[in-house]
């Protein structure tokens, strides 16, 4: 397991809210990872730490929204930014 270790009890409570809520991912675009722990020499530890939520009503009002990390130096957490209208092609090596 990469990271600190995780509250399982925690995680499962937040993914059940998800649920009953019916809310859904937004994926993102961009580089996957929005965080890093600035270590080098095979120490190293990057995230996905943060997710983009939504409805279903939502995402059907904004067909053409997206989710973009954005970079930002002097940070070890990229933010996240929604476009409600993404116009920008996406290269394919952009979520590895």
Known sequence: ?????RNWAAM???????????LI???SRGY??????RQSHGNLIQ???DRMLCSMDWRLM?????VIHSD???????PMLVD???KWMINEDDNK
């Open 32 to 37: 996957k990872f929005i965080w890093a722990n």
């Open 72 to 78: 930002h130096e002097g940070s070890d957490h990229k």
């Open 25 to 27: 991912d937004m994926g």
């Open 84 to 86: 409600n209208i993404c």
């Open 12 to 22: 499962a409570q937040l993914r059940e809210a998800v649920d009953e809520c019916g």
């Open 1 to 5: 397991m990469w990271g600190v270790s």
């Open 62 to 66: 904004f067909p053409d929204a997206c």
């Open 47 to 49: 995230e996905r730490l």
